[in-house]
């Protein structure tokens, strides 16, 4: 996948070898101040001139504190600084030293009458539970009314994975450097940044080259030069042919994906379905083909989705296997992948063409056992099962993630909340499978379905149901050509 420079995100690991090249064997303390500099002015477009708390901790996030505190004292602000730990060394320590104000130790007391609280108290590389008297301090700093500014990410927060260490502080306003750190994105973490603001401390955009991140934000920027592009001499065989598996009484599920695929500007699509469900799906679906499941292995197609309503009978995983068979690009989804069911490795042995699977965290757990535990982060347990199974995984929820085996993966972060409703995961898979039955490589189909799906329902609105989403992605599908120049046609 094609990793934008704007979009990339930087794991901790990655983040400290950007400094590392970016300094070059120069003066690191420069970076240092550049971040401190840069963070207050955020803080003082934000805040008007208030009484200032900086928690400082013992390492170059507590760094950082310092630098903050001096430019905001300098500017006319009430600042108090309080610190956690003693024996600040390298830059941490010359901050320290040129900090001419005050300094107490850190603790619930100093947090009283806080007008402002800048916690600067652990970065995003922490890489332990907070315990003892510096979970205390976050905690009481999780209760003051005051405004909270994070530097890096909150402290408690995990930089890699967005999940708590311990305890964490909500902030109204987190500050990063240079790049975003997935811990923006993913959750709990994203709900805990509050804002976040990436702000520039010098290091040039060269140093991504040598680190070559493997992980971006989900955007437009990814995928949009492989959406399809028909010509005006195509007609309906040219632009692709879906077959969508729906089962005998969730019917919705198929036509939900169905109408995506259509709207997606796939050119036919076919409903395999049980003999006593066609006369439904003919009488609701009349602009799809509608034959038996006893055909689907007779039928020629683009692309295949398989799961959405199709049930976990007895023969559906034998049907699964066969038209995998085919060698077609597939989505497994919902039902498909319950079938495989602690059996991920005989799906990944029926693999014969690209493949995305989408589960939610139930399905995935069902599928991946030994990757179900949430302590490992979303980012590695979606990149485990990408390269176990040589296939796509989107791994659904707020924070979206898409994994491609060999490691590149893309966060969601677009969506809104009331895209949490029955149906609109069938409405994906079927966004997906329009996509791939026109051409598009498997990563970036995905990448753009889940971004399209999430345009579409900011569009609606609350109270979205899933039935309005393949309506709204003509519009949304639209808007994206515009941001790559092209007209869709």
Request: hydrophobic letters at 50%; one cysteine or more.
């Amino acid at each position: 996948m094609r990793m934008p420079a704007t979009s990339q995100l930087l794991t901790v690991r990655e983040m400290a070898e950007a400094d590392r090249l970016a300094v070059n064997g120069g003066d690191s303390f420069v970076l240092m101040e550049a971040a401190g500099r840069a963070a207050a002015r955020v803080i003082q477009r934000r805040f008007a001139p208030i009484p200032a708390v900086v928690l400082c901790g013992p390492g170059n996030n507590g760094g950082d504190g310092f630098v903050i505190a001096r430019y905001l004292a300098e500017a006319g602000w009430p600042v108090r600084v309080g610190t956690l730990g003693d024996g600040r060394a390298g830059d941490a320590g010359r901050a320290a030293e040129l900090w001419t104000g005050a300094t107490t130790a850190a603790g619930p007391q100093l947090l009283s009458d806080a007008g402002l609280v800048v916690d600067a108290l652990f970065g995003a590389g922490l890489n332990r539970d907070i315990r003892g008297a510096a979970a205390h301090l976050v905690q009481a700093m999780a209760g003051v009314r005051a405004p909270r500014v994070a530097i890096d990410v909150p402290s408690g927060v995990d930089g890699d994975t967005g999940q708590v260490r311990g305890v964490a502080a909500p902030a109204t306003l987190t500050v990063g450097f240079f790049r975003s750190r997935p811990g923006h994105l993913l959750l709990p973490g994203r709900d805990l940044c509050g804002t976040v603001r990436i702000v520039d401390i010098g290091i040039p955009g060269r140093v991504l080259e040598a680190i070559a991140p493997q992980q971006a934000r989900n955007q437009p920027g990814v995928w949009q030069q492989h959406l399809p592009s028909p010509a005006l001499t195509d007609h309906k065989y040219r632009r692709g042919h879906a077959l969508v598996v729906g089962g005998e009484r969730m019917t919705g599920a198929a036509r939900f994906a169905t109408a995506a695929a259509r709207r997606i500007g796939c050119g036919m699509v076919t409903l395999a379905v049980p003999g006593p469900a066609e006369a439904i799906y003919r009488a609701t679906v009349p602009g799809a083909l509608v034959r038996s499941l006893e055909e689907a292995g007779e039928l020629r197609f683009t692309a295949m989705l398989a799961g959405p309503g199709m049930g976990t009978g007895p023969a559906g995983r034998d049907a699964v296997v066969s038209l995998l068979a085919r060698g077609a690009p597939a989505v497994l989804d919902a039902d498909a992948l319950t079938l495989f069911a602690d059996a991920g490795g005989d799906l990944a042995a029926a693999i014969r063409g690209p493949l995305v699977v989408t589960p939610h965290e139930g399905e995935f757990a069902r599928l991946f056992p030994d990757l179900a535990d949430h302590g490992c982060g979303k980012m590695y347990r979606a990149r485990a099962a990408a390269d176990r199974l040589g296939a796509v995984v989107v791994l659904k929820g707020a924070d979206t993630v898409i994994a491609a085996p060999g490691g590149d993966l893309l966060i969601n972060a677009d969506a809104p909340a009331w895209l949490a409703t029955g149906g609109t995961g069938d409405v994906l898979a079927g966004t997906i499978t329009g996509l791939l039955a026109q051409g598009m490589p498997a990563a970036e189909a995905a990448a753009a379905a889940v971004w399209l799906n999430g345009a579409a329902a900011l569009a609606a609105g609350p109270g979205l149901l899933a039935e309005d989403l393949p309506d709204l992605l003509c519009a949304a599908r639209a808007a994206a050509c515009l941001r790559s120049g092209r007209d869709g046609r």
